[in-house]
């Protein structure tokens, strides 16, 4: 008698918790309407229409979050919009869901490289010819990026600006009025 209240709340908890496991999904399930946006997505990229790339993709990814290939995606309209930051962020999202993700890897370092993290691409290469064992496609672009080297912009940005004017011509931040 003085352990059924403990009883009763222990099975209840037990049943709660059981219950919500079977609702679950499996994590190779990805939403079919999620899936459809992702389609949208890159056929928009495709054509060129950054935008609406963009916005089938972040629907998408609010419809399951867990769809790798639309954050991989939503890097690539990144990258076409000039913004390595985002699109390594992105990267970033897809391989925190599959951390041997040889195409986001790929793509991630060659954002990498847009940014001017060039030693950051190489080991990233290093992982990705790690992983594929053998000549693969993702290596061969990502090593051609590094090639190629950062944009001059990037690079421009990566140098210190450490000149100090002459005295009597420093531009004043706060201006008087």
């Known amino acids: 008698m003085r352990f059924s209240p403990v009883a009763i709340a222990l099975s209840l908890t037990l049943a709660a918790v059981s219950s919500g496991v079977n609702g679950q999904k499996a994590d190779d399930q990805i939403n079919p309407k999620s899936l459809a946006l992702l389609t949208e997505g890159q056929a928009a990229l495709k054509a060129g229409n950054l935008q609406g790339a963009n916005d089938a993709l972040e629907t998408a990814l609010a419809i399951d979050p867990r769809n790798r290939a639309a954050f991989v995606a939503l890097g690539r309209v990144a990258q076409a919009q000039q913004l390595p930051g985002k699109a390594i962020r992105m990267y970033f999202e897809a391989l925190a869901l599959e951390p041997n993700d040889v195409a986001a890897l790929s793509a991630q370092g060659e954002a990498m490289v847009q940014k001017g993290a060039v030693e950051r691409a190489r080991a990233n ?51 008087d009025k």
């Open 125 to 175: 290469l290093a992982r990705v010819k790690a992983l594929c064992k053998s000549e693969c496609a993702p290596a061969t672009e990502l090593a051609a990026a590094i090639a190629k080297g950062p944009p001059p912009a990037a690079v421009a940005a990566a140098q210190p600006n450490d000149k100090v004017p002459p005295k009597g011509e420093e531009k004043s931040v706060v201006s």
